[in-house]
């Protein structure tokens, strides 16, 4: 199983980024997959989670109406559109898959708003 997270970087207040995670490793479109973060001092917390045929959403109250998850299961990729960005959202961002009753998890990719 494999995650690579990509499309992080230094972004201004108000500014958008858009994360990737390319999957391989398992099958990709059977599972629900999430995003999460971790801040500096902070504990991880879920941003995001699509089940496997999008057809359901779950957002933290932090992030409702800014971030957009969305996946494509033809490519094995999943998605966090984030507009709106504020300090706050500062964080290493995290992919991850549950399955067989463990967490996989990528290296993560660094998101950092600062003006």
């Known amino acids: 199983v494999q995650l690579v997270e990509s499309g992080g970087g230094l972004v201004q207040p108000g500014g958008s980024l858009r994360l990737a995670c390319v999957t391989s490793?398992?099958?990709?479109?059977?599972?629900?997959m999430s995003w999460y973060r971790q801040a500096p001092g902070k504990e991880r917390e879920v941003v995001a989670t699509?089940?496997?045929?999008?057809?359901?959403?779950y957002y933290a109250d932090a992030v409702k109406g800014r971030f957009t998850i969305s996946r494509d299961n033809a490519k094995n990729t999943l998605y966090l559109q984030m507009n709106g960005l504020r300090p706050e959202d500062t964080a290493m961002y995290y992919c991850?898959?549950?399955?067989?009753?463990?967490?996989?998890w990528g290296l993560g990719a660094q998101v950092t708003v600062s003006p």
């Open positions: 699509i089940t496997s045929d999008s057809f359901t959403t």
């Open positions: 991850k898959v549950f399955m067989r009753q463990h967490d996989y």
């Open positions: 490793g398992f099958i990709f479109s059977g599972n629900t």
